[in-house]
């Protein structure tokens, strides 16, 4: 969903299809403890799989490695600072697995909770929220600092003038050898936050240094990508911390303070009501859960329940995408099983009674959101290999539909499987769409060397203009401000480092309003692994999409900012 740079941001939800069978089996059948020393020391996701079955998970060798002439990957240089990369120390392993076609999932060591012996809940978290806490790992930017990096290594070393200073988190959390999806960022004010296992964590947007830390008793297991108006961040965590563990609770925090406010159960809508994972999206007043092929919705303020889930047109919710408009996809049932048939409609976030719907053609899938006002969503076609945008009236009619020449990063034409709000490479105001193209040149997949930003035009659905400046850097709208495109421009092969930059509404070459110290690329490099990204009040963060467990080799980037 395109947002306002002061709006609400995003986090982080997994795929919608849920895993057959058993996500947490092993090939071996066992279970690995992340440390010896530490039972129950963590728990962390298994790799589940996209919407064309494969593990987003199991990818090639970090930016920028290539292909040797064998055919097979060949490792990439590792710029200064650039930490271990999510899958940095795993790539043998990863690399057999593709070519066997395996798909590595595995499990961790659990210690139950959640329900006492009496029945009745435990407290559903703990607020270890005290104020800020000193943080020695961050740099706070004044190119003297540690820099958050391994071995000390400084992100800000020789800055020129006029340059942003960098702050870097790393995962100090221990997991089990899946690691962990991350949720987030928010901001609220002065802090931004993030999801990750059983905790949720506070930095000073400034310097990156840890305000609070709020843990909770068992892993999350989903969050809403925007905050309430007030401020409030809603996630999801399971019902104990047992390996087969579905998705139960909902619990609402105070990005200010790190203080947990209410926690309510989600019940099931019926007997096959069950999941490990819930989607979330706030509108208004209202958090809407998707769990399985039901939906129900809560009020923000004191998690009372709303409504139930619903049927349109004999078509089951599948998607819920939130922000101003509260949009819903649903899943039709069709005379061939093959053909999937999708129902796009806006919800009243009050009662969650229908506004008004729109049917697919069967063969075509819903699958992000790219624009509130006017609302235009994307869809894809597998059979017919190209994808299409459609622009709505506020009462439903169609404007007009495209299918366009070109295909997108970032999951904005939906072939990535990051859900309704899960774009990262889209923004717009009420009278242009920017996109940025799927490029070419990158050994990862949605991390291309250079692309192209395209301009539509929501009145018509046609192009308006495309630039390929700056040559060999790819770039990703964040926002529109003023008038003008703010997008983030990824880091060079060599001594660019990543930026952030401007276009004018008709065009032309982008203007650098933020630069980041040449000493940040290799950091920024690490955030290859489906980035999650927010610019919010002059400032840049990303956050990596996955984590693994710290090491005697290193520890993962979890968290980066720079800016005003």
């Known amino acids: 969903m395109t947002q306002s740079p002061d709006s609400q941001p995003r986090g982080d939800q997994p795929p919608q299809q849920p895993v057959p069978g058993n996500p947490y089996a092993q090939p071996d059948g066992g279970y690995e403890r992340p440390d010896s020393a530490s039972p129950g020391a963590g728990y962390g996701y298994p790799g589940q799989p996209s919407a064309s079955g494969s593990s987003p998970y199991a990818v090639l060798p970090p930016y920028p490695g290539g292909y040797s002439g064998t055919g097979q990957p060949s490792p990439p240089p590792s710029p200064p600072g650039a930490g271990r990369g999510p ?28 329900k006492g012996g009496d ?46 200073r960098v702050w870097v988190r790393e995962n100090d959390t221990r997991l089990t050898k899946e690691g962990a999806l991350q949720y987030g960022p928010w901001r609220a004010g002065d802090v931004v936050a993030k999801a990750m296992y059983k905790e949720i964590t506070g930095y000073a947007v400034a310097d990156g240094t840890q305000k609070w830390s709020t843990s909770f008793e068992t892993p999350v297991c989903g969050a809403a990508r925007l905050l309430s108006g007030t401020g409030k961040a809603i996630v999801a965590t399971q019902e104990n911390n047992t390996k087969a563990a579905h998705c139960t609770y909902l619990q609402q925090i105070d990005l200010a303070t790190g203080q947990v406010g209410w926690k309510v159960t989600v019940p099931q809508e019926s007997s096959y009501d069950t999941t490990n994972q819930f989607t979330l999206a706030v509108s208004g007043d209202t958090v809407v859960v998707h769990h399985g092929a039901y939906a129900s919705g809560f009020s923000v303020t004191d998690g009372s329940k709303r409504f139930g889930s619903w049927k349109t047109e004999g078509c089951s919710p599948y998607d819920i995408g939130g922000g101003p408009k509260l949009i819903s996809v649903g899943l039709c049932s069709s005379d061939d099983i093959n053909k999937t048939q999708s129902l796009v409609e806006e919800l009243d976030p009050a009662t969650g009674k229908s506004k008004w719907n729109y049917k697919y053609q069967q063969g075509w899938s819903v699958t992000a959101v790219l624009s509130s006002d006017p609302l235009v969503v994307a869809a894809s076609n597998t059979d017919k290999k190209t994808w299409n945008l459609t622009a709505f009236a506020p009462d439903g009619k169609v404007r007009w539909q495209v299918e366009p020449n070109f295909k997108t990063m970032g999951g904005c034409d939906g072939h990535d499987g990051q859900g309704l709000d899960g774009c990262t490479a889209a923004a717009a105001d009420t009278g242009t769409l920017y996109l940025g193209t799927e490029g070419s040149g990158g050994a990862i997949s949605s991390y291309p060397e250079t692309n192209e930003v395209v301009a539509i035009d929501l009145g018509n659905g046609k192009e308006k203009w495309r630039t390929k400046d700056p040559k060999g850097r790819a770039m990703r709208p964040q926002a529109v401000e003023g008038g003008k ?24 070459a982008p203007q650098v309003v933020l630069q980041s110290p040449e000493a940040a690329i290799g950091g920024e490099r690490a955030f290859f692994l489906n980035p999650h990204m927010l610019w919010s009040g002059g400032r840049f963060f990303m956050l990596n999409g996955r984590v693994q467990s710290p090491s005697d080799k290193g520890k993962d980037h979890a968290l980066l900012s720079f800016g005003k």
Do not use: C, I
Not at 96 to 109: H, I, K, N, Q, T
Not at 136 to 143: I, L, R
């Open 87 to 114: 899958f940095r120390d795993r790539r043998a392993v990863l690399v057999s697995a593709l070519a066997a076609g395996l798909l590595l999932l595995g499990g961790g060591v659990y210690v139950w909770a959640g």
């Open 119 to 164: 029945g009745h809940e435990k407290p559903g978290a703990k607020s270890t929220a005290s104020g800020p806490s000193s943080s020695p790992s961050v740099d706070k930017g004044d190119g003297k600092g540690p820099g958050g990096g391994n071995d000390a290594y400084d992100f800000n070393a020789d800055m020129k003038p006029g340059e942003a």
């Open 485 to 508: 495109l703010v997008a983030y421009v990824q880091p060079g092969r060599v001594q660019d480092a990543a930026a952030m930059a401007t276009f004018a509404p008709t065009g032309g």
